[in-house]
Every structure is written in structure tokens, then in C-alpha cells.
């Protein structure tokens, strides 16, 4: 990753803030977008001059491009997409749901993700190269009871991604998702707060830390993930973790 420039949505907590501790590990330089401002300053802080804290809504298109603006003209260039960002709420039944709850999820996890895919592609197809990587889920290919607004995002990124590599793999884009499985995040404290359907009854010991999605994004980033192109890995699977190297 040395010389190469990732940009993370979602990156103030959870699977975003670890991405950003494995990349710039490995030697990327690492641009950090999130609403949370001080969380995302921080841990630029911790990681260094690698490191750019860009406070953004995902859900503001006008906003996703000056992200990914501000990245490219800091570091020379943008290689790698990670679109995280993502929320569960409103948990609850479709009767009871508020609609512009319900649309402000579809605004955050599936319009977020087309910004920056759509911020980020004419560059990448400009240069004939880039990784971008959508977090997808489980909902997005079977339905879980309380969560209507989260599968419904998450089943039509899943085929965002899909119809995304179909235009762009041919100019140099490697376009995939990672369905991490439950990871031990806010989110999970959320679901489980819930108390709606088998999920949320789930022990916190049967979630993944969040640096196993982080070390399967930079796997992901490399050769080996190329048989996935176009579709989703699952880290619930046991060969994917084999060849990840996690336990």
C-alpha cells in the first residue's frame, strides 16, 4: 500500500476506524470522511501526516465530491474506495416505521455509496486503475424482520456494485463488497437494543472484532480477491478467512 491512497467513509468508529489503522499500517495514506468531526480528527492525529480528516455527509452528493476532491489534490491521486458508511435504523416493523426515517436510511446507505462511487470513478478510469469496495451485508440477499430500510439499502447496493463492475471493469476498476458477518460495533449495541428478531439475541461473543473486516478490505485490495470482482465476499465463510490469514 505504500504510495497508494485510500478513502474511507464511516471511518470515525467501528470497521471504518479500523480500515484506517490497517491501511495506514500498511503504508497508504488514508483520507477519513465521517460527520463526526472530532473523532475523525483525532484519529488522524494518531495516525499522522498520512492521515486526512474530512468532515462530510454522505447523503450531500456536493459534499461526497469535495471529499474525494480534497483527497486526490492532498495526496496526489486516489486508489482505493471503501464506501462504509452505513446506519440500522429504524429497527421496527414497516406499519410503525416513520417514512422519513426510512428515507433517510436509503439517503445514507445506498445514495451515499452511488456519491462516492460516482465522485470517484472518472478519476479512476482517467488514471485506468482503482479499488472500490462497497460494505454490504447479509440483508442484502435475505430478509431480516425490524430492518426493511437496512435490507432494502444493502440489496440494492449489492446490485450497484454488481452492475458498476459490468460498465467499468473493462476500463481498469476492480469493484466488489464485503459482507462482513455481525461485528462486534455500535451497531450491534443498537441491534441488540432492539430486542427484534434473532440478531439482536446474539451474544457479543459471537461478533467478529471489527480488524477482521479491516484485514479482509486490504486482502481485498490485492490479486487474490479477483475472482470476486462483481459480487460480494462473505467473511462468514471459512475459506475467505483462510486465505485472509485470520483464525
Known sequence: MVGKTVLITGASRGIGA????VFADAGAN???VARST???AELAGDIGDQALAIPCDVSRHAEVEAAVAATARTFGGLDILINNAGMIDPIGHLVDTDPEDWARTIDINLKGVMYGMRAAMPGMIAQGHGTIINISSGAAHGPVEG???YCSSKAAVYMLTRA???EARDKGLRIMGLSPGTVATEMQREIKASG???VSQLDWSAHI???WPAQTLLWMCTDAADPYLGTDISLREDEIRAQVGLA
Do not use: F, H, M
Request: aromatic fraction near 4%; hydrophobic fraction near 45%.
Open 196 to 198: 427484534i428478531n434473532p
Open 18 to 21: 479500523a480500515t484506517a489503522r
Open 164 to 166: 458498476a463492475d459490468k
Open 209 to 211: 472484532p471489527p480488524e
Open 147 to 149: 430492518w426493511t430500510a
Open 38 to 40: 472530532d473523532a475523525i
Open 30 to 32: 488514508v483520507g477519513l
